[in-house]
């Protein structure tokens, strides 16, 4: 798995996994994650703003009070993911798995209209 930053950096090798990692409060703005693990990661409080999450595994993943807006979550695994709190505003949700995902307080926008669940 390649993780890029907007500016180009990379965060880490294509070889990496991210699985059970601890990466509370992480800013991954822009990252491309495509088809990456990231089973049971925590990710509580992270900056993912305009990632590309498109595919990849985030089943138990903690994504409590994370910032999501303008993520793509084409086709993702979030099966048990917790995101309470978390701000999808502009979220790509398309082909989503959302089986038991705790969507309290999350916010969402259905049409124009702003929705906390």
Known sequence: MIITHRNGA?????YATVADAIHAGVNLSY????????????????TLS????????LSGVNLSYATLSGVDLWGADLRGA?????????ANL?????????????????????VTL
């Open 82 to 90: 917790d995101l309470t709190g978390a701000d999808l505003t502009g």
């Open 10 to 14: 990379i965060i880490t090798d294509q």
């Open 31 to 46: 990252a491309t994650l495509s088809g990456a693990n990231l089973s049971y990661a925590n990710l509580a409080g992270a």
């Open 50 to 57: 305009g990632a590309n999450l498109s595919y990849a595994t």
């Open 94 to 114: 398309t082909g989503a798995d959302l089986t038991d995902a705790d969507l309290t307080g999350a916010i969402l926008y259905v049409g124009n209209r702003r």
